[in-house]
Structures are given as C-alpha cells and as structure tokens.
C-alpha cells in the first residue's frame, strides 16, 4: 500500500471518527436536555403535591379544633387515650421511591377510617353540622392527594410497583359505644395531622432537592 492510499485511508478514518463525536456530543446534549426537563416536570409536580399537602395539613389542625368542639365535655382528654390499629403517623423507606410508596399507602389507610368517623358522628351531630362539612372536606382531599401521589410515583418509577401496605389491609375497630366513638374519632384525626406535618416535611426536602440542586428524584 502506497503512501497516498494511507493518506486516504487515514484521511477517511478521521472523518469517520469527526463524524462519530459529533454524534456522540449531540446525544449528549440530547441526554442532558431530557434530564433538564424531567428535573422541571419533577419539579412542577412537588411544587403542586406540596402546596395540596400544605393547605390538607392546615384543614386537618382545624378538623382536630372543630371536632373537639362539637364533642362536650372531656373532649381535651379523647385524643390522649390509646386506640388500636390506626396508621402510624411516620413515613417509612430508606430511599425516595419507598418513602413516596409509603405516603400513598398511609394514605389510603386513613381512608376507611375517615369513612367510620363520618359514619359516626353523622349519627352523633345534626345534619348542618360544621364538622361533618370539615370532614367531608378532608376527607375528598385525602382520596385526591392519594390518587395524585399515585400518579407521580408511577411517572416517576414506571417499571416499580407500588409495595402493598406492610400491615396488610386496613384493619376498623370492633363496634364501639358513644364514647368510644369519639375517642376513636380525635385519635385518628390527631393521627393524621400528625402524619400530614411528616408528609410536609418530606416533599419540602424533597423539593429543595430537585428544585434548587436540580437532581432528578429518581437519580438520587
């Protein structure tokens, strides 16, 4: 092979090598565009699922005050006595993916509780009761927040299946007597409120790191 033919085939080789790393620079460009944006989206999205959480916990605080103050006397002490399987306020999971499952799943534990306290206190109030409208109120926004939390999870981790609850399904109490009734009811109200301040405190972390770090949720 001649000196020229070299020439050319090194030539050509060059070009080809010219043309590769332009490929791979734009992919690269390309990549870091699609980060850029799912890091907004992701960002949008907390900024959303922080602010329901933020006015449910508010709503929730004035439930607690508006259901003391429609059960009489003693209703200081129902929220101090001990109740049996209701949710446990605290987030679980050591990463980003099983500490969102574990909000969704609280929060659809706290759902047929909300159900039996309804039930009960439309027997114990009247009809144009303030806190049945309180409740009713939270009530939808939890189904809302839990549906929403859902949706994010799977756009987020889309391969990742929800976790069933590590208690199994929800477990109701036994049937109960007027007092009972509303020991049960300020214990899982106070419960909740509890666990909507732990869920404030997670997105916000969460989204002072995707938001202002810029780093994807599920890059963490």
Not at 27 to 42: E, F, G, H, P
Not at 136 to 145: D, N, P
Not at 194 to 220: G, H, Q, W, Y
Request: glycine share 4%; hydrophobic share 35%; with cysteine.
């Amino acid at each position: 092979m001649n000196g020229h033919v070299k020439n050319m085939h090194f030539q050509q080789f060059m070009e080809t090598a010219a043309t590769l790393l332009s490929l791979l620079l734009l992919m690269t460009v390309d990549s870091t565009k699609t980060v850029a944006l799912s890091t907004n989206q992701q960002c949008g999205n907390l900024l959303q699922q922080y602010k329901i959480t933020r006015i449910v916990h508010k709503e929730s605080g004035d439930l607690i005050k508006t259901y003391k103050a429609a059960q009489g006397e003693m209703s200081e002490l129902f929220c101090k006595v001990s109740v049996n399987d209701i949710p446990d306020p605290n987030i679980s999971g050591l990463d980003p993916p099983a500490r969102i499952a574990s909000i969704y799943t609280h929060l659809q534990a706290f759902l047929p509780h909300f159900k039996r306290v309804y039930k009960q206190q439309t027997d114990l109030q009247s009809p144009g009761s303030p806190l049945l409208k309180e409740l009713t109120r939270v009530w939808g926004r939890t189904e809302s927040l839990a549906s929403f939390m859902n949706t994010f999870y799977q756009s987020l981790f889309p391969n990742l299946p929800i976790p069933e609850p590590a208690g199994g399904p929800t477990t109701l109490p036994p049937a109960q007597n007027v007092f009972q009734q509303k020991v049960y009811g300020c214990v899982v109200l106070k419960t909740y409120k509890d666990f909507m301040s732990n869920v404030s405190k997670e997105l916000r972390n969460l989204k002072s790191k995707v938001c202002t770090k810029r780093t994807p949720i599920n890059a963490f």
